[in-house]
């Protein structure tokens, strides 16, 4: 690993350096059990959604079977798969939550 000021990067180091994380998207599943107003909660607690956009994307995973809450690094996104896999079993709602890589 190169030391941070060091003027010894080779070319493929510098490269390496520069790799954008991969990225992963954090998606919601629709299931016929979990309240509309608790996947609401979910989009705004953990997802930092306004009420508004909360209710649109809830109701598309409703209707289309799943949904897009966010894209982030491996560590934040298996963060919030946690966290709302949690927080649903918790409130003994089936919601499902999973990543998967963009
Ligand atoms: N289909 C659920 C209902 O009718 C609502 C729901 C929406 C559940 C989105 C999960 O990810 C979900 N109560």
């Known amino acids: 690993m190169a030391k941070l000021g ?21 998606v919601l599943n629709n299931d016929d059990y979990t309240p509309m107003d608790f996947v609401i909660e979910v989009l705004r607690r953990f997802f930092n959604m306004n009420e508004d956009k909360a209710t649109d994307i809830m109701l598309a995973i ?22 709302v896999l949690r927080f649903a079993k ?10 998967e890589q963009s």
Request: proline share 6%.
């Open 62 to 83: 409703h209707y289309k079977g799943k949904g897009l809450c966010g894209t982030y690094s491996a560590e934040i996104a298996e963060t919030k798969v946690d966290q």
């Open 6 to 26: 060091s003027v010894e990067h080779t070319e493929e180091k510098v490269e390496s350096e520069l790799q954008p994380p991969n990225m992963y998207k954090v």
């Open 90 to 99: 918790e409130n003994q709602h089936p919601l499902k939550c999973t990543m």
